[in-house]
């Protein structure tokens, strides 16, 4: 199975801020990643899919790149509803693997 | 509405059996791939396993191949999720979701529509 690692597990940061979040795969999977938002107590949302495809209805705030290995999301200017955890998907083979999450936080 | 509803959790005693239903309304069923993911508690996402459209195909994660069973009835717009030898590390909760379609074969391994899950306990 393919290993997809987060970094960083947590970080702390203030509305307004610009965020970053990275997540690396073991082995490469070309485009084929997802992001995903989860708020505690609710299902998972789908945020980003081929790396770097908005999915419909997800503010502009959002982004994703990267290609091979290594990835990264970014939320340009945090709001307060952007405080949850976000998990990175590899959908390059089966089973597709998810990271083990970075939980974003108000500073 | 685009709406997954599971239901069948429980509690389940270690060895035992359950099977957990997703009603899916809103869009053609039949027409979409279906995965099961589950969380057990405090921690991260777990892939278990997937659906083709037509059902005539099914994928496990190893962690559970030979104990779970994924089925669909598209006449009824239901995915179902039979679970046997269950053990502690089962526990968790059970989301259902659905495959996204686009022009690359790979496209459904992207899970655009998900339920709010059904717990399940395995404890004596």
């Known amino acids: 199975d393919i290993q997809m690692t987060q970094s960083p597990s947590s970080v702390s940061a203030s509305v307004g801020d610009r965020v970053t979040i990275t997540c690396r795969a073991s082995q490469g999977i070309s485009s084929w990643l997802a992001w995903y938002q989860q708020k505690p107590g609710k299902a998972p949302k789908l945020l980003i899919y081929a790396a770097s495809s908005l999915q419909s209805g997800v503010p502009s705030r959002f982004s994703g790149s990267g290609s091979g290995t290594d990835f990264t999301l970014t939320i340009s200017s945090l709001q307060p509803e952007d405080f949850a955890t976000y998990y990175c998907?590899?959908?390059?083979?089966?089973?597709?693997?998810f990271g083990q999450g970075t939980k974003l936080e108000i500073k | 509405e685009v709406q997954l509803v599971e239901s069948g959790g429980g509690l389940v005693q270690p060895g035992g059996s359950l099977r957990l239903s997703c009603a899916a309304s809103?869009?053609?069923?039949?027409?979409?791939?279906m995965h099961w993911v589950r969380q057990a508690p405090g921690k991260g996402l777990e892939y278990v396993s997937a659906?083709?459209?037509?059902?005539?195909?099914?994928y496990y994660a190893n962690s559970v191949k030979g104990r779970f069973t994924i089925s669909r009835d598209n006449s009824k717009n239901t995915l179902y999720l039979q679970m046997g030898s269950l053990r502690a590390e089962d526990m968790a909760v059970y989301y259902c979701?659905?495959?996204?379609?686009?022009?690359?074969?790979?496209?459904?391994?992207?899970?655009?529509?998900w339920g709010k899950g059904t717990t399940v306990t395995v404890s004596s």
């Open positions: 998907q590899q959908a390059n083979s089966f089973p597709p693997t």
């Open positions: 979701a659905r495959g996204a379609v686009g022009p690359a074969a790979k496209n459904w391994y992207y899970m655009d529509v």
């Open positions: 659906i083709s459209s037509n059902g005539g195909s099914t």
């Open positions: 809103g869009f053609t069923f039949s027409s979409y791939a």
